[in-house]
C-alpha cells in the first residue's frame, strides 16, 4: 500500500515538454508496477505508460509511444513522466497509480493506490 502525490503540471504550448514527478511513500516498492494515466473532460480514464518499479521495464499506450517517456528513482522513491512534442490533444488531467503487482495493467480498476491528479494543458 502506497500514497501517491504528483507534480509539474502546467500550461505549455504545443511542441514544448513538461516532466511529471509522482512521490510515493509506504513500505515497500519492490513488487509494485507504476503507472500514469490521463483523464480529459467528458472522456474515460486512459491508460499512458507503466514500469515496473524493481527492474525496470516500460511499456506505452500508442497515443504517447515515441514522445513520452516513464522512468523512476529509486532512492528517492519518485516515478516521472518526461513529455516531448506535446500536442493540444494531450490536454488532461494526469493521475500517478500503483499495482501490486510485478505485471503492468492498462485498465485503471486493476490499480490500488492513485495520486490526487496534475493539470497539464496544451495550447496551440
Known amino acids: 500500500q502506497v500514497q501517491l502525490v504528483e507534480f509539474g503540471g502546467g500550461l505549455v504550448q504545443a511542441g514544448g515538454s513538461l516532466r511529471l514527478s509522482c512521490a510515493a511513500s509506504g513500505r515497500t516498492f519492490s513488487g509494485y ?4 494515466f490521463r483523464q480529459a473532460p467528458g472522456k474515460e480514464r486512459e491508460f499512458g505508460a507503466a514500469i515496473w518499479w524493481s527492474g525496470g521495464s ?16 529509486n532512492a528517492k522513491n519518485t516515478v516521472y513522466l518526461q513529455m516531448n512534442s506535446l500536442k493540444p490533444e494531450d490536454t488532461a488531467v494526469y493521475y500517478c497509480a500503483a499495482r501490486a503487482a510485478l505485471t503492468s495493467s492498462t485498465s485503471p480498476g486493476q490499480y490500488d493506490s492513485w495520486g490526487q491528479g496534475t493539470q497539464v494543458t496544451v495550447s496551440s
Open 58 to 73: 516500460t511499456y506505452y499506450a500508442d497515443s504517447v509511444k515515441g514522445r513520452f517517456t516513464i522512468s523512476r528513482d
Open 33 to 36: 508496477t507504476m503507472a500514469w
